[in-house]
């Protein structure tokens, strides 16, 4: 019951936000709707390590390198085929595959955690240099050329399915990206409460256990391995329809471990956690990148600090801990008893 009342809860709060996202370019300038489809498409990474981390247990240190390729598949998608339909497609297909061969090789070879962690990032650090050094004619695929550290410039944003000759508007794409991260919020939720979900949340307390009770772990989490995959790779192609632009720098340590703090700060464990914490700091390294004073840095490392000391668990568990506990609270005390009125 409780589970069915937090589906329900969910629904309608994104029922609301999703009446506030297309209302929203009425109310709110372009400069702020192009803010806010950055933070959309970042949220939509920020979900992707969320959910294999805080669900499947999977520590990955190199989540952007399926952000990376995602972004990059669209991007050569849609140069060469001037539509963002098989652009978008690619963006999601390429990184599940690479999240299926890397994941193979190191879930079914055994990698303990911390050293999964290690392969991710050593393979994001590896994707970064290989595509820092394809600048020249040499380097392209179509008539999309890679561009090296200058990056590729000029990408075709996104377009109605099958009509590539009606491109959206800034303010279409800003609808089509907050729609899209309330879609995977509610995919991963209904993900979760299936009985999918439910053999990862065992795996992930107790694997010898779930192994014991007739389960392989190995392939549960390598299929969550790739749905992770597949929707940062998705999260990928969010971000370039922005900007029309990518360069490697999308596959950068600074930002793989900006997810990680995402998830830190927002709560891991849960789907809103993440969300909120991609939310705060991007917000927050825009408002602290205006100012000359204080390296931005400095500023957001602070903050980590505070928070892993002060709120350990994150701000979306500490907060519904806090309502439970007063929930409890009200509902134990005591009705009083009427008053006796002496004859």
């Known amino acids: ?9 969910a629904l309608i709060g ?33 979900l992707s390590l969320g959910f294999i981390w805080g669900y499947g247990g999977i520590l990955c240190f190199g989540q952007t390198s399926f952000f990376g390729l995602g972004a990059y598949a669209y ?7 001037d539509d963002s339909t098989y652009a978008i497609l690619l963006a999601i297909l390429i990184p599940v595959i690479f999240a299926a061969l890397l994941g193979y090789f190191m879930i079914y070879g055994g990698v303990s955690d911390v050293y999964l962690g290690v392969i991710t990032l050593t393979v994001s650090l590896i ?4 595509v820092n050094s394809t600048a020249g004619d040499f380097y392209k695929i179509g008539d999309a050329r890679l561009g090296g ?8 944003t996104f377009n109605v399915p099958g009509n590539p000759s009606y491109i959206l508007s800034p303010e279409q794409s800003w609808i089509v990206t907050g729609l899209a991260l309330i879609a995977v919020y509610l995919g991963l939720r209904v993900l979760i409460a299936s009985s999918f979900g439910r053999i990862i949340l065992a795996i992930r307390e107790n ?13 549960y989490k390598l299929i969550t391995f790739m749905i992770g995959g597949a929707i940062a790779g998705f999260a990928g192609a969010l971000y370039v329809n922005w900007g029309a632009f990518v360069s490697p720098t999308i596959f950068a ?31 927050m390294v825009t408002e602290v990148g205006a100012q000359q004073t204080l390296d931005a840095n400095f500023i957001l490392g602070a903050v980590l600090i505070v928070f892993v000391l002060l709120v350990p668990k994150g701000i979306a568990p500490t907060l519904r801990d806090l309502i439970l506990s007063r929930s409890r609270e009200t509902s134990s005390e005591p009705e009083q008893s009427p008053v006796k009125v002496k004859p």
């Not at 019951?1 to 809860?9: D, I, R, T, Y």
């Not at 994707?127 to 290989?130: A, K, T, V």
């Not at 930002?255 to 789907?271: D, H, M």
């Open 207 to 219: 694997e010898t256990r779930a192994a014991l009770l007739g389960y392989d772990p190995r392939i």
């Open 149 to 156: 550290f200058n990056g590729i410039p000029g990408v075709p």
């Open 253 to 283: 340590l600074g930002l793989s471990a900006q997810i990680i703090i995402w998830v830190i700060i927002g709560g891991r464990g849960t789907l809103i956690g993440p969300v909120i914490g991609c939310l705060l700091m991007q917000w």
């Open 127 to 130: 994707l970064f240099n290989l």
């Open 1 to 9: 019951m409780q589970k069915l009342n937090g589906m329900a809860g």
């Open 14 to 46: 994104s029922v609301l936000l999703a009446g506030a996202i297309i209302i929203a370019p009425g109310y709110v300038d372009l400069f702020q709707i192009m803010q806010f489809t950055v933070f959309a498409a970042m949220a939509v990474l920020a």
């Open 75 to 81: 991007a050569v998608t849609a140069i060469n085929f």
